[in-house]
């Protein structure tokens, strides 16, 4: 193909995939996905997370000319899993993507009107619904951008393409690391791409290498006796929640700089540091107020929020808020999340952080671990990382930032450790998309964007796939 024919090609694929707003084919698809109440957090719900992969995923898929399979989940009753092959020569080097169907409860009654978890709506440029941003509404874009390039390329990418779909995203992905150790022959690839979390911001396109790993855990205090009148026993038996107040204040100080050196990790260094060092954080419409002194606050917001572990109570628990009574309560708890970088021993953190307790005179205080992610992130020199970036400025005109990893947390320790791949993510939302919130919604600009940068990879990697 001459390059005029191939840029002519590109074009038109771009144009055909970006025409998918103008024509209704987007907010037509991504209505009929929204409209299932997918909840991976709703026991009740395991029907529709099934029919999520065998009424709409699966015949699209098809129609691209995948194979696919539905696989049980290899953890007892969790969502099951979808792998789709489009295997156009063996000898054809092998793309692997990936997206999950699953979303977090609708919580309808919260939703400002005119709005509904499983309606899609539009207010301006704000496009509603569960799953738009998180993740219906990324997959849909990559995969409206695979069929334009295909239907430009006239039924041939010049490589095979391999997509995993899970439904368990936001349980923790139960399963996805077992499965992806089983599957490990049928799913082998030489890149991985896919699409999830969120851009730097609104107006800036950006890819990300990894992510921030977590561990979620919970300290509980329970003294067993009950629970007691303030005023008949007060002053001769252990409050719970004073024990479990003075625990979590041993961890962090008051402006949020963890204490504790069993939860701290290396701070940023070399190229990711000068990287992080250089980030624009918040300072846009929706996002909350930034404080310049919390954390490691002689850090800048970017290494802060990309390159630190940080501890936070996400939930905090004693008697009843809303109806106390006068009695001192029988168990105080809080459950915390660990964002974790590169460098964190978090496989011994029960063993740790209850010495670390011990040693403070708190060891009633009991940690419970209730699941974890690896920390990962892509040598940003990866030439799969130029290859990304250089494509969607080409297709974007417009500079595109590189975030050595995501401040939040997704499975990408599956693709890059178990699967041994070169992962980059191009997400397609924006931090105040308010996913896992009432109000979930995506910006139609970022979707205009999503299509075109998907659309131009696409192309490329048939042009030329990277070294």
């Known amino acids: 193909m001459s390059q005029a024919t191939s840029q002519s090609g590109r074009q038109a694929a771009l144009q055909q995939a970006v025409s998918t707003i103008k024509n209704g084919q987007f907010i037509e698809t991504l209505t009929r996905r929204v409209a299932f109440a997918s909840e991976s957090q709703n026991p009740s719900a ?54 999950h169907g699953d979303v977090t409860n609708g919580q309808a009654e919260l939703w ?25 509404g990324q997959h849909t874009i990559n995969l409206l951008a695979l069929e334009s390039v295909l239907n430009a390329r006239e039924g041939k990418l010049g490589y095979n393409v391999k997509i995993l779909f899970e439904m368990s995203e936001e349980v923790g992905s139960k399963g996805l690391e077992l499965f992806c150790h089983e599957q490990k022959e049928s799913l082998k690839a030489d890149l991985f791409l896919a699409s999830d979390g969120p851009r730097l911001n609104a107006q800036t396109p950006t890819i990300f290498l990894g992510s921030r790993g977590v561990c979620q855990f919970r300290l509980r205090c329970e003294t067993g006796n009950g629970v007691r009148h303030s005023g008949n026993w007060g002053g001769v038996i252990t409050n719970p929640v004073t024990r479990l107040q003075h625990a979590l204040s041993s961890l962090t100080t008051a402006d949020g700089r963890i204490t504790a050196e069993c939860l701290r990790a290396p701070l940023p260094s070399g190229l990711t540091a000068e990287m992080m060092r250089e980030l624009t954080v918040g300072g846009y419409a929706g996002d909350p107020t930034l404080n310049d002194q919390w954390g490691e606050k002689e850090l800048t917001a970017g290494e802060r929020l990309f390159g630190c572990n940080t501890l936070e109570v996400i939930a905090l628990g004693a008697g009843d808020i809303q109806k106390p ?86 499975p990408n320790h599956c693709f890059a450790d178990v699967l041994a791949l070169p992962t980059v993510w191009m997400p397609h ?35 030329h796939w990277p070294e």
Not at 48 to 68: H, N, R, S
Not at 343 to 358: C, K, M, P, R, Y
Not at 429 to 449: G, T
């Open 112 to 136: 400002q009107e005119g709005t509904h978890p499983w309606e899609l709506s539009q207010i301006g440029e704000k496009i509603f619904g569960r799953g738009t941003a998180d993740n219906k």
């Open 46 to 99: 395991s029907a529709e997370l099934m029919k999520y992969l065998t009424d709409e995923i699966q015949p699209t898929l098809v129609k691209l000319g995948f194979e696919c399979e539905i696989f049980a989940n290899p953890m007892a009753s969790c969502p099951p899993l979808l792998i789709a092959k489009r295997i156009e020569d063996e000898s054809l080097p092998t793309l692997l993507t990936y997206g």
């Open 325 to 410: 009574i006068g009695a001192i309560p029988d168990v105080a708890e809080a459950v915390c999340h660990l964002r974790i970088v590169p460098g964190t021993d978090w496989h011994n953190l029960v063993a740790n952080l209850s010495a670390f307790l011990e040693e403070k005179g708190l060891g009633d205080v009991k940690v419970i671990f209730e699941g974890g992610y690896s920390a990962t992130r892509l040598d940003p020199t990866h030439p799969w990382v130029g290859f990304v970036k250089r494509s969607m400025e080409t297709s974007l005109d417009q500079t595109v930032t590189v975030l050595p990893n995501l401040g939040g947390t997704i």
């Open 429 to 463: 939302s924006y931090p105040s998309c308010k996913q896992h919130a009432p109000d979930e919604h995506l910006l139609e600009s970022v979707v205009e964007q999503g299509l075109l940068a998907a659309a131009g990879l696409l192309w490329d990697l048939g042009e």
